[in-house]
């Protein structure tokens, strides 16, 4: 039973420390933590330019497996410190966390995968909790939540827009040339994606009076739903219910987004 007091008293020490910004040692945890983020970052970047890695590529090299290890071990605390391992593990930053170790390790088997350490840059959101910018962290809250909600329609609009640019790419397949370009439909629904979305590489274009017709028809088409989406979120965020929380996160299953009034974590139950 002491054994098992001292345990947790341990645990939710290490957790205090590396999840919570409501204390000076969890605050300058997180500050440490984010300089040794950006610090990993900058230095993936200029391993990334050849004169630079040339001349300094083993220091660049040493300093990439110094911050792994650093980050590991911190992941592994992490794990350690939560009461439910699995659902920090699942969580958004828990998922990040993961990432930012893993490229290195795949280095060995997959050449280059260490560049995808740039990823680590997502774990400079925390800073939103550290310099108590609560605020931001409502209005993150409430886009997820609006995009939650515009998911359904947004996925009834892509769909429209999949048809349209299948049906409009197989018509000018069958009255442009191949000489033209549009060799195929695959390749014509590529040219039609390009241009109902206005971007227009222009590697492709119409030649004959009815594939210009219909380029018109599909760049006009472009301009009339290219803000739904937009107008879709938009209507969604207004409705958004905008509530104060806090910057505290659950021993348990390491969930945060609290209301500031909370006293027990509404995901698990467990007392904050």
Request: proline share 3%.
């Amino acid at each position: 039973m002491k054994e098992n007091a001292t345990q947790r008293s341990w645990r939710l020490k290490i957790h205090e420390v590396i999840f919570e910004a409501d204390t000076p040692a969890g605050k300058w945890f997180d500050v440490l933590l984010i300089v040794a983020i950006l610090t990993s970052v900058v230095l993936v970047m200029l391993d990334s330019v050849s004169s630079i890695r040339e001349v300094f590529g083993q220091t660049l090299l040493a300093g990439e497996w110094f911050f792994t290890i650093l980050f590991t071990v911190e992941y592994l605390l992490r794990l350690l410190s939560v009461g439910r391992p699995a659902a920090y593990a699942t969580s958004f930053f828990g998922v990040v966390d993961l990432l930012a170790i893993l490229p290195t390790y795949l280095s060995y088997f997959i050449p280059g995968a260490q560049y995808l350490l740039v990823i680590r840059i997502l774990r400079v959101l925390r800073i939103f909790r550290i310099l108590k910018l609560v605020q931001y962290l409502g209005e993150a809250r409430m886009l997820v939540q609006a995009l939650r909600a515009s998911l359904r329609k947004i996925i009834v609009f892509l769909m429209t827009v999949l048809t349209l640019v299948t049906i409009f790419g197989a018509l000018i397949y069958l009255v442009e040339d191949p000489e033209n370009g549009f060799t195929s439909i695959p390749k014509s629904i590529y040219w039609a994606i390009v241009t109902l979305t206005t971007v227009g590489y222009g590697d492709i274009s119409p030649k004959t009076v009815f594939g210009q017709l219909i380029s018109s028809a599909i760049m006009i088409i472009g301009y009339g739903i290219i803000a739904v989406p937009t107008g879709i979120v938009t209507v969604e965020l207004a409705q958004a219910f905008k509530r104060q929380i806090s910057t505290q996160a659950c021993t348990e299953c390491s969930a945060e987004g609290h209301d500031r009034d909370a006293k027990f974590c509404k995901y698990c139950g467990t007392q904050l």
